[in-house]
């Protein structure tokens, strides 16, 4: 009976688990299933605040959203991208990383991120945490799709506008990073023509696996 009662108590364990995180409102484009409590998704931005493993996917009959992603924790955070694709408003930041915690994405399916002018794509606001993209099939595998995109003075994946990259290590996926204007690809973002600086520094970046474009944009911008 015991045994019995244990393995009823597991499978409603797991059920759970794949319950979405929050109740889901009728207009919320984002699924987010994972750290029961650790996010809030409030006025279209999905916000991570404590560590632990998160699935996102798009919500039945959404192909492609507004809403967006902002890690703030300052634990590990594992995030799975599964056929996410965010086209965000004017002066958004498709995902921001401003916690100080390690943030690993892993990648399922095909992805885009792509902010507005003066954001990339995946914007680290603090250069003090890493970043670590791979493939859910695992390390070295290019399983799974990610085109992160900035367009005016954002970094593909780093810096914003005059902003540094932090640290980005690349172990798997099939990664595409591109700055539309005077941005990295993958590193610093753009800043003003008339600066003599030009913009942020290029961080640490390490590729170990996986394929990886990077593309610059124009003035300044380093691929």
Known sequence: MKKQFLSIL?????????????????DDELVITGNAGGCTYSGGVVKIQSGGEYTITMADGVTETTDHIEVASDEAVTIILNGVKINANPRDTAMKLTGAGTVTLKLAGENMLQSDSRNA??????TTAELIITSCSGDGSTDGKLEAIAKDRGAGIGGGYSASAGKITINGGTITAISQGRGAGIGGGG????????????????????????NGGGYRGAG
């Open 121 to 126: 794509g995946i914007q680290q606001d603090n």
């Open 10 to 26: 597991l499978a409603f364990c797991m059920i759970v688990a794949l319950l979405p995180i929050t109740a889901m409102a009728a």
């Open 191 to 214: 800043g003003d023509l008339e600066a003599p600086a030009g913009g942020g520094s290029g961080g640490n970046v390490t590729i170990n696996g996986g394929m990886v474009t990077a």
